[in-house]
Structures are given as C-alpha cells and as structure tokens.
C-alpha cells in the first residue's frame, strides 16, 4: 500500500522497519522535531527520523499539523497512514487524508489503558496481561474501533523495559497483517466498549520515590514498572541535625516475598544473599535484585552490596 508513517520513539522503529520489509511504499515519515539530548544537550533527530533517513525516506518535521502540513499529506496522496507514538494529534481534516483513513498501534488491550504511558501502568496496576490494539484512529483518545488485537502476558519479572521491546515487536508484526487484511478486504472493526475503560497518565518523577506505607507486592510492581524511567528511588542515611546528606539510592528491579510481616520498620535492611538485597515492609519482603549508587551504574544488588555495609541499616 501507499502509506505514510507518523512516529518519533524508539517504539515505533519496529513498525517502520517491518512496514518497509514488507515491500510497502512508504512515501512520507513525520516525526517530531530534533531535540535538545545528552549531556551538551546537541539537536538531535528523533529515533524514527534517523531510521527514515537510513532507508532513505523522506522525512517532515512538523511542528503542528496545519493548513500547510496537511497539503503536504494531501499531495503524498496516501491510501493509509499508519501512527505509533507520534507525539502531535492529529486534526479530523489530517485523519480524512488517507483513502482508508489512519491505524494506530496501541500498547494495550483496548479500552483498558488509553493514553500516555499504558506499558507502564499495567505492570503497576498488577495485571496479568497487555498486549497491542491495531485501532481505527479518530478525533478522540484512543477511542477508535479496534482493528486487531493480539495479547502478551505480564508476570513478576517484568519490566517496563522488557516489555516495551515485546510489545514494539509485536507492534511491527501486527501491522503488517493489519495491512494485507485490509487489502484482502478482511480486517473487521470493533467499537471499543464502554465497560473497562482506564486512562495510563503520563509517568512523572515525583510518583518515583518509593512509599515504604505500601505493601511489598506494589512497591515491587512500582519498581519494575518505573523501568526504565523514572526509575524508582529512596535514600539512604540518617536524617536530623548533624547527619551527612542521605544517599539516593534507584531501584531497578525488585520482587516480593511472601512471607508474615516482621517487626522491623520498612525500608530496614534484612539481609544480602546471591539473590539481592531483603528490605522490610509493612507486609513482608522486598527483594531488591538490581540498584544503582550515585555515580555508578546499574548492577545486580548481590554484587553492590558485597562490600557494602548495610547491616542495621534503614532505606527512607
């Protein structure tokens, strides 16, 4: 097909690259704008528009998606767009654009999880799974029929991080059937229902210091859902007059224990094992299994903490 791909993050690449694998012709790419990124904060074009360019697409880089923007979708004459993490919306007179209007690949079951950060939010929330809705866009938040739906399960060992790259995987590999479905003239769509709808808002830095009131199983799933970013954190140190700064310690992976609660205040050190660093909770166990000091890098606990002297020690 004739289409045009709308994405900017590193999430959206897969699409790019298995759309173009897949022999379609790919006559425009929008991304966002270069940015400002690393240390001497150079302009730097966006995962998706430096991709493009290897391919040798043409790329745009609108700022907002007017009168003149739209004409230069209009001439591209697309027979679809294809949208993933884009980061503009998207005016009722751009979606109208494309012969058979534009896809979006959603990282969630919709309805469940519209919105800004849905990879995030379904690991804390504890679900049992996820997966990507191919979605019919529409002026709305992510309330366009749904076109194709495929899920992924969630356990204790993932990570916003890990997931993202199956869910970006999967996300290439739907659209490409989505693709050949609609040609084939076999691609129905679903109204999304009513029941079941939640919103994923996006991920601030002040919900990433760890409360050490919630139960292990929660601040657990905090951890690996703050993975990669924000990342969760606490200090370490005592507090008061006359005490050094406290440390600020992140968390990158973690899992609960259970087990009855103990007497000691949550955030204390348990122990250090081959298997990570045991805190206390309110209810249990927390088993830190990878952690970053200031300065350094993030490494499995067992290995931080073999030196380090955390006996009778308190995270706050």
């Known amino acids: 097909m004739r289409l045009i791909f709308a994405g900017t993050p590193e999430f959206a690449v897969p699409a790019l690259d298995a759309l ?4 379609h012709e790919i006559v425009a790419v929008l991304s ?5 990124a690393g240390r001497g904060q150079k302009l730097t074009a966006s995962p998706v528009a430096r991709r ?14 007017d009168a003149d923007a739209r004409a230069v979708l209009a001439a591209a004459a697309p027979d679809i767009m294809v949208v993933v993490a884009y980061g503009l919306i998207l005016p009722q007179a751009a979606l109208d654009i494309p012969t058979h209007g534009c896809l979006n690949i959603h990282a969630s079951l919709l309805p469940r999880w519209r919105g ?24 709305g938040l992510d309330t366009g029929p749904m076109r194709l739906i495929e899920r992924v399960a969630i356990d204790a060992t993932t990570t916003a991080a890990s997931l993202h790259d199956a869910l970006c995987a999967l996300g ?3 659209i490409v059937e989505a ?11 679903t109204v999304q229902p009513e029941a079941g709808v939640t ?12 409360d050490w009131t919630r139960p292990a199983a929660e601040i657990a799933r905090r951890i690996r859902a703050f993975n990669p970013a924000p990342v969760a954190w606490c200090e370490l140190g005592e507090t008061g007059a006359g005490a050094a700064a406290p440390e600020r310690i992140r968390f990158w992976n973690a899992r609960a224990l259970a087990v009855s609660a103990n007497a000691e205040p949550p955030g204390s050190v348990l122990a250090v094992d081959s298997h990570g660093l045991h805190l206390a909770t309110v209810d249990g166990v927390l088993v830190v299994t990878e952690l970053q000091k ?3 890098k993030a490494l499995p606990a067992s290995l931080v903490c073999r030196d380090w002297k955390l006996a009778g020690q308190r995270f706050r």
Do not use: C, W
């Open 20 to 23: 173009h694998a897949a022999g």
């Open 32 to 36: 966002q704008p270069d940015r400002p």
């Open 52 to 65: 493009a360019e290897a391919l040798g697409l043409t790329v745009h880089k609108f700022l907002k998606l």
């Open 116 to 139: 800004a950060a849905p990879i995030a939010r379904a690991i804390e929330a504890g679900d049992a799974e996820t997966g990507v809705t191919i979605m019919q866009m529409e002026a």
């Open 172 to 174: 290439g590999r739907l």
């Open 179 to 189: 693709l050949a479905r609609l040609e084939a003239g076999n691609l129905p769509a």
């Open 199 to 210: 919103y994923a808002k996006k991920l601030s830095k002040d919900e990433a210091r760890i």
């Open 294 to 296: 200031p300065g350094g």
